[in-house]
């Protein structure tokens, strides 16, 4: 049985199981379930706190699990990246109010509130900056106003938690986040089982990103139209019963479906249509 680590709560926890369902997992009903047997898959999923994950994982108490690359960075365990989930995209940044600091090197002598103690220790010590960490398990914004720090070091989506704390961004983010699969460092990365569990996750991401495309075009159109549709690997062209006319099916980015239909279509192309696609393996 492959042991993996889900997050039970917070931004990471509904994303990473719906993606596993789509991966054709059995995922937990009730939230309150820690650990869940898919005897089907010969998978055993284990619900833990997204922080702690790492942790589990780096230990070689669990095979893989599901994290921020953030979370995974701060924890310091010996567990390493191996994938890429696409969801929970986020900066780490440093904030303070106006005319505090405008780069990590004046923040000597300051203090910083933090949830990420371990990065930002490790952030400050590679810039020689010598300054406080206060570790907060959350709100860190609000810390600057209650007067526990003059900086704060957190998770940035959209900005709007720090516009509405009067907080504005310092320099350039310390790291890129978003939610990635992990496993104990130095494993080797060859396990039949943990290669299907990323082939199926793999293909939740392609089925995500593409659709398949058909359409039909005069054969001597034929090369233009593939420049646009190329596909992955080739795309698929076959007789028409109708001479001179042939049928192509090609995968696209679905952000670019629209836009490649217009183009087909002044090509010459008819009968273009788009499906999503459920499931792959590339
Ligand atoms: N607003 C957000 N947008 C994108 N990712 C986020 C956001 N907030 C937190 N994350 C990511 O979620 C992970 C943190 O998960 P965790 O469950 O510990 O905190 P949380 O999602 O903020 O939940 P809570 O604060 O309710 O405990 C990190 O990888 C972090 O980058
Ligand atoms: O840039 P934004 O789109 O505003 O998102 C970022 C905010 O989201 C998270 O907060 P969360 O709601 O998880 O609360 P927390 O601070 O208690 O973790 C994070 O800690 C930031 O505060
Ligand atoms: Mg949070």
Same mark, same amino acid.
Request: aromatic share 6%.
């Given at each position: 049985?492959?042991?993996?680590?889900?997050?039970?709560?917070?931004?990471? !926890?509904?994303?990473?199981?719906?993606?596993?369902?789509?991966?054709?997992?059995?995922?937990?009903?009730?939230?309150?379930?820690?650990?869940?047997?898919?005897?089907?898959?010969?998978?055993?999923?284990?619900?833990? #706190?997204?922080?702690?994950?790492?942790?589990?994982?780096? !230990?070689?108490?669990?095979?893989?699990?599901?994290?921020?690359?953030?979370?995974?960075?701060?924890?310091?365990?010996?567990?390493?990246?191996?994938?890429?989930? +696409?969801?929970?995209?986020?900066?780490?940044?440093?904030?303070?109010?106006?005319?505090?600091?405008?780069?990590?090197?004046?923040?000597?002598?300051?203090?910083?509130? @933090?949830?990420?103690?371990?990065?930002?220790?490790? $952030?400050?010590?590679?810039?020689?900056?010598?300054?406080?960490?206060?570790?907060?398990?959350?709100?860190?914004?609000?810390?600057?106003?209650?007067?526990?720090?003059?900086?704060?070091?957190?998770?940035?989506?959209?900005?709007? @938690?720090?516009?509405?704390?009067?907080?504005?961004?310092?320099?350039?983010?310390?790291?890129?986040?978003?939610?990635?699969?992990?496993?104990?460092?130095?494993?080797?990365?060859?396990?039949?089982?943990?290669?299907?569990?990323?082939?199926?996750?793999?293909?939740?991401?392609?089925?995500? #990103?593409?659709?398949?495309?058909?359409?039909?075009? #005069?054969?001597?159109?034929?090369?233009?139209?593939?420049?646009?549709?190329?596909?992955?690997?080739?795309? @698929?062209?076959?007789?028409? $019963?109708?001479? +001179?006319?042939?049928?192509?099916? !090609?995968?696209?980015?679905?952000?670019?479906?629209?836009?490649?239909?217009?183009?087909?279509?002044?090509?010459?192309?008819?009968?273009?249509? @788009?499906?999503?696609? $459920?499931?792959?393996?590339?």
């Amino acid at each position: 049985m492959l042991r993996i680590a889900v997050p039970n709560k917070g931004s990471l !926890s509904e994303p990473a199981s719906a993606m596993l369902h789509e991966a054709g997992y059995r995922q937990r009903k009730d939230r309150r379930e820690l650990v869940l047997v898919d005897s089907a898959n010969e998978v055993e999923f284990f619900f833990l #706190r997204p922080r702690d994950i790492a942790v589990y994982v780096g !230990s070689g108490r669990l095979d893989i699990g599901i994290t921020g690359r953030d979370l995974l960075l701060d924890s310091g365990s010996q567990a390493e990246e191996i994938m890429q989930l +696409g969801f929970a995209s986020s900066t780490f940044r440093y904030a303070t109010r106006p005319g505090t600091a405008k780069d990590v090197r004046e923040f000597g002598g300051m203090t910083v509130a @933090t949830s990420f103690a371990g990065l930002v220790t490790k $952030h400050l010590a590679d810039n020689g900056v010598d300054a406080a960490v206060v570790h907060l398990d959350g709100a860190v914004e609000t810390a600057i106003q209650l007067g526990v720090a003059e900086i704060i070091a957190d998770v940035v989506e959209t900005g709007t @938690t720090l516009r509405n704390a009067g907080l504005e961004i310092i320099g350039e983010p310390i790291l890129e986040s978003e939610a990635i699969v992990i496993r104990r460092a130095g494993e080797a990365t060859d396990d039949p089982k943990v290669q299907q569990f990323l082939r199926r996750m793999q293909g939740v991401l392609v089925a995500r #990103r593409y659709v398949m495309m058909d359409y039909d075009i #005069r054969v001597e159109h034929v090369e233009r139209a593939v420049a646009l549709t190329p596909g992955l690997e080739s795309p @698929t062209v076959s007789p028409l $019963h109708h001479e +001179g006319w042939v049928a192509v099916r !090609s995968m696209v980015p679905s952000s670019e479906a629209q836009k490649i239909m217009d183009e087909l279509y002044d090509l010459g192309a008819r009968a273009i249509l @788009t499906t999503g696609i $459920h499931a792959c393996r590339l």
